[in-house]
């Protein structure tokens, strides 16, 4: 069965914009279970508590689940290894003491934080790119986080692709799991990031099925796609202007890619992810819009 969450980013709590301000935990968890979702991810470490009991109290009180926590790293860069891998294991260990063994860690490229790819997001070309020998050391240190949370808690690790990262294209992404053991690091299909990275989310679900062990969902207008690619709109600029629309109102072929995951026997979490923007209302009343689109999508 597919189960169908939100995250605290939907309220404002993003890991790149530390000084934003966000609703506070007990509204953020209140308003995703008023809105009819099963599950939440932690968001920001120390947004939800970080002591086992209390977290899993405060999920839990509201019959919320943990799907998962994003732990962003550097990987294309050797001395944010070792910082990278104590930050995924502690959070590793906080998830599997509080919600068990199924949920996962999202690891991601530390995103945004490489001026060119934030400029040219929505439109790498193979330059802007790593070198082969630059890929290899990417994916083994990408693996060295994937073992180090199975070994210290027991818990599977997904690759989050995303735009203004150095895994954005389809290439990149067959760049990474190309070169990962699949046993070991899994794919969180991102239908959003992907599409507007110059990707297909069903050629992606019918390449890698064996491999998305998570999904996120969100959806992207083609218009402001169009015209952040014609104008040359660097990602937080694409962003800013909704190039994340509520789930629907862009091009993402949702039901098409709930449609091959279900055909293919997915069973993971389907995570919301609704950036909160100007002229959309609070985010509890998109939480419920988001929430309505899916179900008429049987979910």
Sequence with gaps: ????????CSWGVLEFEKAARHAPASQVLDE??????SGTELGDWGFLPTAPAALA????TRSLALAGAFVPVALARAE?????VARAVRTARLLAEAAGPDTV????????SVPNRTARAGRIREEDGLSEAEWDAFA???GQVADAVRDAAGLRTVFHHHCAGYVETPREIDALLSRTTPSLLGLCLDTGHLMYGGG?????IARYLDRIWHVHFKDCDPDLARAARDEGWDYHTAVSRGIFCELGRGMVPLAGAVDALRAGGYAGWIVVEQDVLPGL???SASAVRNREYLRRLGL
């Design 1 to 8: 069965m597919i189960r169908v969450a939100n995250a605290p």
């Design 200 to 204: 297909d989310p069903l050629a992606t």
């Design 281 to 283: 209302g609070t985010p």
């Design 57 to 60: 109290a405060d999920v839990g």
């Design 140 to 142: 083994g240190r990408a």
């Design 80 to 84: 944010a290894l070792d910082e990278g």
């Design 32 to 37: 995703i279970a008023a809105a009819g979702y």
């Design 105 to 112: 860690l999202v690891l991601s490229d530390d995103n945004a």
